[in-house]
């Protein structure tokens, strides 16, 4: 059955300028400016005022309800990236050859040696906006930080998977680069 209209608003901050133009919805606040396309998405999108956001579906069917509500979840996440940023904290863990992190280019490239004894570099890029540095407190641990957090996730993911044990029993073999905690960069 269709319900014939289904909408969510968002709140925005007063510190914030949000702005909706063919489904392209740019956020700019005091850590930067995120821009995101739901152009895929077939629902409208308005500015009620200047402090709210409204995403509305028309004639739609319950799983296409559902997006209005991942869409708004996707600008809150833009909201939160802007004002606070997001951070992942992650450890790496090792039963007998010590992993070594090492962090060049300005905090753009992260490199794994000594993997499993490896002697094969593992070389980790991290996507524009996202920055990695050696945690100064905690001995084998990197903070990965950005704006977005789908960026910053991705490149928490691509470090867990570089080091993924190949051929050998995973419950035993439990080495690698793992996420220890997730948070934000200004609640730190």
């Not at 740019?26 to 409208?44: C, I, M, S, Y």
């Not at 996507?127 to 960026?151: A, H, R």
């Amino acid at each position: 059955m269709k319900t014939i209209q289904a909408n969510q608003t968002v709140k925005i901050p007063k510190t914030l300028k949000v702005s909706v133009k063919a489904r392209k919805v740019t956020v700019e606040g005091p850590r930067g400016k995120l821009t995101r396309d739901f152009k895929h998405v077939a629902v409208d999108m308005r500015m009620i005022g200047k402090q709210q956001l409204m995403v509305e579906k028309w004639f739609g069917i319950r799983k296409e309800l559902a997006v209005v509500r991942t869409v708004c979840s996707h600008i809150e996440n833009m909201i939160k990236g802007v004002t606070k940023g997001f951070l992942y904290k992650m450890r790496s863990v090792y039963a007998h050859f010590p992993i070594n992190l090492a962090i060049s280019e300005q905090g753009s490239l992260v490199e794994i040696r000594n993997f499993l004894g490896e002697k094969y570099i593992r070389r980790v890029v991290m996507p524009k906006g996202v920055t990695c540095k050696n945690s100064p407190n905690q001995k084998d641990e990197i903070i990965v930080e950005g704006n977005s957090i789908e960026l910053v996730s991705q490149a928490a993911a691509r470090i867990q998977q570089s080091t993924t044990v190949k051929n050998k029993d995973i419950r035993k073999f439990l080495d690698g680069v793992y996420v220890s905690e997730k948070t934000t960069v200004e609640g730190v």
